[in-house]
């Protein structure tokens, strides 16, 4: 029997402009979501082609140094605070959280609503200081440099970044609260699907991390703009203050990155095993320990920066205890494959990229902790390498991995399979090859946010920016499936997965209210193979 | 382009050579478990392959191989960290026979100053096979200098002296780069590090344009600034004799008790407020923005320069900076005595703080 789209679902419960500005439906500020994240994501990875293009020639000669200070600037903001961070939470977490535990909305439909403004206003400011003249900061605003040094708009850009960070703390309240006041009967903290856990985790670092860097942040504008002595010795401060402020949220916030990436990876790998996640409760507090331990291992980011031989050890050693968590999750996601029955279809595809790519990410970040060797390779490309293998190998790969997942649920339609499998494929060649070759070029000692270099340099930055062309035909490609898939695609049906977790209980794609009848949650997540027949292959 | 391209930079410092090993070593274990995992994953996914008749094993987990995964890479965490910890402690603690060159960066330069009066700009130039301590600042935001083929990098700060090491085994010419993003030019605040055998070395300095040593530099601004009016052996001077001076603790007036090191030194040119010798009064006025950091270093090389005077303490009332805690109350005592000798004619016990 052909699945046919039902009557009425929350994309046609109303029309017009007001009813998408005003709504307060989780799923569409989700939709709402997905356009800015997409938006903004396209800005930022324009801004990486031209520095790519730009580092082709070892002599500066496409852009000024100003101008390629800005676009690194300007990178990193868009991709970090406008990107990375409301990413997966933002887009499907809110789709899926009051989903997956079993109610109708998140506790605080309004608060959402806010949030999703105050990302675009901060989004506006920081477009604002980009259009009217861009800031050569960095994303890490390290002081006294852009206290008291920079001409460029930098107050405007922090004013962005302190909006947004607001933006996601109301995320994280609203999902803590959600997860423990509105689970459905039956949905014990046990039962959880893991992508809950590891939002439900993201959301303490984003409500106890974030007003830290807002006020970091603030305390840099008053020395800007009123020349009150924080940072900058000339006029009183101290230097390294700013740096241990900045990570103390900036360390965590990778985490934010990374933990619903993850909880992606748990929900994809079972599905399409056919099997129960290996470990779950190890899997499920290993995200707990991934928040707990990212708090006190911020000074990493320092060991050259004129700290004590001592914290440095101190951080040195927290550092590996985060580490061991992450190695715990590769490992379960790794066994939750063995004697699976194994589909390799799209989602699946991103998920073992991720998988593979997020280890390198990982062990990579083993050579950053370890002191001797940090301070050759630190500021370097193999920095630049490192977090690029967590941030886009690890986290826009499981974003991309979940949007195909969820797809069918999020609109009703499939998108088409073999594009789909293709830009999964090119994506991962166009990515190992960008960034594979900043390793050597870090342990060569090219150092980061350089506009010209030495030229024995030349032939791995030729090959990362040759790379970088293939990986954005992969990130476009899926931008015209999935638009395509919009009028064309093959009606999904409920479960065209066949997983298991309430959101595919629901119709597709799901009512306003989420649920036809209130769940009762009577099962374990991933109860995979309980009486159930093989699916089709697709 | 240059085709015959390296992947391994140079080893020329002493530890070049060591923080490679541990760089192997990670290059092992992260290839290792790499593809552990890649293979895994990569095997199972084609060996478990959805077939009609394929059904999944339902497993739940296993306690033991979670310890198992727990504690493998605990191990081999702790083995790294130990190894980079090790290196670090080396790398952090310079040789007491080092020798001595200080630098200055700022946006967009390195400024380099040898104890023989040579200065240098974006180069520097060391001898082979001897330790050669560089202490820097910044005088405008933070740099970090970096020579990747010595494997060392030290983040340069504005407000405070910070160091790093190295002993150079291999004469040749190696990049210097500022590794801490510092506006506009910042891919051109960039130099060499030209290492030397120590004949050549001998040579390069003779042929050096110096106008005298850098402590005779400082003894020069010493007196240019009027340091000399304050800051005299005799009895009568108003701040602490600051014969040798360098490197002894300071008891304050607070009673605290601090190192007189480069950074005290130049805090107390700059800020001569923060901490004021104990017997001494804060009169001292603040040569911010007066006096250059490249002075200041000469200054300090100066002061450390100045050899211990055999004067009697007792009657030294300008040296209390030699005092060792046992001796303070004796010293109050005789403060005290001269305050009421000296009542009327001048303000109890006067002196600015040290330099």
């Given at each position: 029997m052909k699945p046919v789209m039902p009557e009425r679902h929350y994309l046609n419960d109303n029309y017009g402009i007001r009813s998408w500005l005003f709504t307060k439906d989780h799923k569409r500020i989700a939709i709402l979501y997905l356009f800015s994240v997409t938006f903004f994501f396209l800005i930022g990875g324009v801004f990486a082609s031209l520095i790519r293009l730009h580092l082709l020639t070892p002599n500066g000669e496409l852009f000024e140094a100003d101008t390629y200070n800005k676009l690194f600037t300007m990178h990193g903001v868009n991709m970090v605070f406008f990107f990375l961070i409301p990413s997966v939470p933002a887009v499907l977490g809110n789709f899926l959280m009051p989903i997956m535990v079993g109610t109708k909305d998140l506790a605080f439909p309004k608060i959402n609503l806010l949030s999703w403004y105050l990302y675009m206003a901060g989004g506006t400011f920081s477009m604002a200081a980009m259009v009217s003249g861009g800031v050569d900061s960095g994303w890490t605003f390290y002081a006294p440099l852009s206290s008291g040094y920079l001409k460029t708009h930098v107050i405007m850009l922090a004013v962005g970044v302190i909006i947004a960070g607001f933006s996601s703390i109301f995320t994280g309240l609203n999902f803590i609260v959600t997860v423990h006041r509105?689970?459905?009967?039956?949905?014990t903290w046990g039962r959880l699907p893991l992508f809950v856990w590891s939002n439900y985790a993201a959301s303490l670092i984003m409500i106890l991390g974030t007003p830290v860097i807002a006020i970091t942040l603030i305390l840099l504008a008053l020395e800007r703009?009123?020349?009150?002595?924080?940072?900058?010795p000339k006029l009183g401060g101290d230097p390294v203050l700013f740096q241990h402020m900045f990570w103390f949220y900036s360390h965590p916030a990778v985490y934010i990155m990374i933990l619903p990436g993850m909880g992606v990876i748990s929900e994809i790998v079972p599905c399409f095993s056919r099997k129960r996640i290996f470990g779950y409760s190890f899997v499920a507090f290993s995200s707990i320990a991934i928040a707990v331990f990212g708090f006190?291992?911020?000074?990493h980011h320092m060991f050259v920066a004129g700290i004590s031989v001592y914290s440095a050890l101190v951080f040195s050693l927290l550092s590996y205890a985060v580490a061991i968590p992450s190695a715990v999750k590769v490992f379960n996601w790794t066994a939750t494959m063995y004697k699976g029955s194994i589909e390799m279809s799209t989602p699946m595809l991103y998920a073992m990229a991720f998988i593979g790519l997020f280890t390198i990410g990982g062990l990579t970040g083993l050579f950053l902790a370890a002191l001797g060797l940090d301070v050759h390779i630190h500021d370097t490309y193999f920095v630049i390498a490192h977090f690029h293998y967590v941030m886009v190998g690890g986290m826009v790969t499981a974003y991309l991995g979940g949007l195909h997942f969820w797809w069918p649920k999020m609109t009703g339609k499939m998108y088409p399979e073999p594009p789909a499998k293709l830009a999964a494929l090119i994506t991962f060649i166009g990515f190992n090859l960008t960034f594979f070759p900043q390793f050597i070029l870090g342990y060569m000692g090219m150092p980061r946010r350089y506009w010209a270099y030495p030229p024995e340099f030349q032939v791995l930055n030729v090959l990362s920016s040759a790379g970088a062309s293939i990986l954005a035909v992969g990130f476009i490609l899926p931008l015209l499936y999935f638009a395509w898939s919009l009028k064309y695609g093959e009606v999904a049906g409920d479960n065209p997965w066949h997983a298991?977790?309430?959101?595919?209980?629901?119709?597709?794609?799901?009512?306003t209210h989420n649920f036809h009848h209130m769940p009762i949650v009577t099962k374990e997540p991933y109860a995979y193979g309980e009486g159930e027949e093989v699916p089709v292959v697709h | 382009m240059q085709l015959n391209f390296p992947i391994f930079p140079e080893q020329a410092s002493s530890v070049a050579g060591q923080v490679d090993a541990l760089y192997l070593f990670l290059v092992l274990i992260a290839t290792f478990f790499s593809l552990l995992v890649a293979i895994l994953i990569l095997f199972f996914a084609i060996k478990y392959r959805r077939t009609p008749e394929r059904k999944a094993e339902q497993i739940h987990g296993s306690t033991l191989l979670e310890i198992v995964w727990t504690v493998i890479p605990l191990g081999i965490s702790m083995v790294i960290f130990v190894w980079g910890a090790v290196l670090y402690y080396h790398m952090e603690r310079p040789p007491q026979n080092a020798l001595e060159i200080y630098g200055v960066g700022k946006q967009w330069m390195w400024k380099f100053q040898h104890p023989g009066g040579q200065r240098e700009i974006n180069a520097l130039h060391v001898p082979t096979g001897r330790p050669v301590k560089v202490t820097m600042i910044s005088q405008d935001v933070i740099h970090s200098f970096f020579v990747p083929a010595f494997r060392i990098k030290q983040d340069v700060l504005p407000n405070r002296y910070v160091f790093t090491w190295f002993t150079a085994t291999q004469p040749g010419t190696y990049h210097l780069f500022c590794s801490q993003y510092c506006g506009t030019k910042h891919s051109g605040m960039v130099g060499e590090v030209v290492a030397m055998n120590p004949d050549d070395y001998a040579t390069w300095l003779a042929s050096g344009k110096a106008e005298g040593s850098l402590a005779s530099l400082g003894e020069k601004a010493f007196q240019q600034y009027g340091c000399t009016t304050c800051h005299r052996p005799d009895s009568g001077a108003r701040g602490p004799n600051l014969e040798g001076l360098y490197g002894r603790p300071v008891r304050l007036t607070d009673n605290r008790v601090v190192l007189a090191d480069d950074n005290y030194i130049r805090e107390s040119i700059l800020?001569?407020?923060a901490k004021v010798v104990s017997g001494f009064q804060s009169i001292m006025p603040t040569f911010r923005g007066v006096v250059s950091e490249d002075e200041i270093i000469a200054i300090t090389e100066y002061i450390k320069h100045l050899a211990p005077q055999e004067a009697n303490p007792l009657n030294n009332r300008s040296a209390p900076t030699q005092i060792r805690d046992s001796e303070v109350p004796n010293i109050q005592r005789q403060n005290e005595q001269q305050q009421k000798t000296e009542q009327g004619k001048k303000p109890a016990n006067p002196a600015g703080k040290k330099p």
């Open positions: 509105m689970r459905a009967p039956g949905m703009g009123f020349h009150i002595g924080i940072f900058d006190v291992v911020w000074a298991t977790g309430l959101e595919w209980e629901t119709s597709s794609p799901p009512p | 800020e001569p407020n």
